[in-house]
Structure formats: C-alpha cells, structure tokens
C-alpha cells in the first residue's frame, strides 16, 4: 500500500471533509488489478506470510484482513495448507480474490466491524490473522478498536502479522493510481504501543525502504510486526 511521503501535503483532516467508506471501497473497485501492478515486490508481506505459514498448524484458520485481489496473500497462506478467509470492502476486489484463490472463503465487510455481536465472524475462531496494510485506510481512532476486535477473533496464542507506512498522519486524502483515498499511519514507537495496548507481544519487527513501480505513488518506509495474542 502505498502512501508514504504525504505527510506534509497540508490536506484537511478526515472530520473536516467527512468519512466516506463508501468511496474508499470505489476507488479500489476502479483500481482493480493495477494496484498490484504498482506494487510487484512484496518481500516483506511475504516474509511475514511465511512466517504465519511457518508457525500454524496445517489445517488452521486464518484470517486475511483486507485481501483486495487475494494476491499474494490468501494465495500463499492457502498454498501454506492453511484454511483463509478474506474481508474486504471493494466487491471488485473480492471478485478477483475468488477467482485468484478459490479454495479461499471471501467476506465483503468493512475490517472496522467485524467482531463482536453484529460482526460477521466468531470470537476465537481464528490462529492467526494476517492485516497488511488494511488498518492504514481507517480513522485512528478506529485503529486500536480493530485491533482489540483482531484479539478476540483469536484464539489464545495466536499469531498477528501486520504491516503498516511510517508516516504521522490521520485519515488524510491522497492521490493514488488516479483516485483519491483516505490513510493513517503511525511512526514505530506510536505503533508499537497502539499494537501492545491492544493486548498483543510483538514477537518481531522488520522495516523496509519500499519504492513503488507507478510513479503515482511515492516511496515509503514500510513497518512489518511479528505479534501473539498476550
């Protein structure tokens, strides 16, 4: 995902301009397979995939949180031998993600609603869930809520892979691959004590320069977390 580099553009703030989930989920309907067009290497996202991969038992259920195309992944994570299920908002989206990962389970939700009684999914039903650059595209104060609703759909132990952009900002619009979309991000130290907060242990953390293809997007410094259920 790409959104580093913005910080600085002076766009009003999300409570200025209103939230539109609505239209973040458009404008990934109309993006469509060029985000991973401008996105080629993903070392890192597959890296932390082999590591859920690694970890689990064959057979697990895993949850992909924000799977857009399914690529790469509810596709490794299946490879893997690992039952998936993927959110996402963008029903584009989704209809890519069943035909790149068929043997997957697909849910369009909104990732900022999905435990609890009205959520789609059961508390503890999951070993581990992957959510690699999905909670970028929520308000922050929706952030540490999702990741208290990523806790409770794991069970005791389980595994969180996650990736956010280094960046201080909050629910700012960009542009991206031709459209405009709303992100957040955290610098580490902040993210780090969010994750914890939010009764995780961060087993690891990577960081990674990332220099997409499109020259629509600018570099960003990419942060991925190794993290157990406390």
């Known amino acids: ?12 703030p999300a409570d200025e301009q209103g939230r539109d989930r609505i239209g973040q989920a458009e404008a990934f309907d109309a993006i469509g397979d060029r985000y991973d067009e401008a996105f080629p290497h993903k070392d890192g996202q597959i890296q932390a995939g082999d590591w859920l991969v690694e970890s689990l038992p064959a ?10 195309t399914g690529l790469p992944t509810a ?9 998936v299920t993927g959110i996402d908002l963008s029903p584009g989206m989704l ?9 997957a389970d697909f849910l369009q939700a909104d990732i900022a609603d999905i435990a609890g009684d009205s959520g789609p999914l059961a508390a503890g039903s999951f070993a581990g869930v ?52 709303r992100v957040s991000g955290y610098l580490r130290d902040e993210l780090l004590q969010v994750v914890a907060d939010a009764g995780f242990e961060v087993i690891k953390e990577d960081s990674y320069a990332y220099a997409p293809a499109s020259i629509d997007v600018p570099p960003e410094e990419q942060i991925f977390l190794s993290c157990r259920r406390a």
């Not at 057979?59 to 857009?68: F, S």
């Not at 596709?75 to 039952?83: H, V």
């Open 130 to 181: 992957a959510a690699f650059f999905s909670l970028l595209m929520l308000p922050r104060d929706e952030v540490p809520t999702t990741l208290r609703s990523i806790h409770a759909l794991l069970e005791p132990g389980g595994l969180l892979a996650l990736s956010m952009v280094e960046a201080d900002v909050d629910y700012v619009a960009i542009p991206f691959l031709g459209h405009t979309i």
């Open 75 to 83: 596709r490794q994570l299946a490879e893997g031998g690992l039952r």
């Open 1 to 12: 995902m790409g959104t580093g580099g913005y910080e600085h553009m002076g766009i009003p």
């Open 59 to 68: 057979g697990a259920r895993v949850l992909d949180l924000g799977c857009g």
């Open 95 to 103: 209809t890519q993600a069943r035909a790149n990962v068929p043997e």
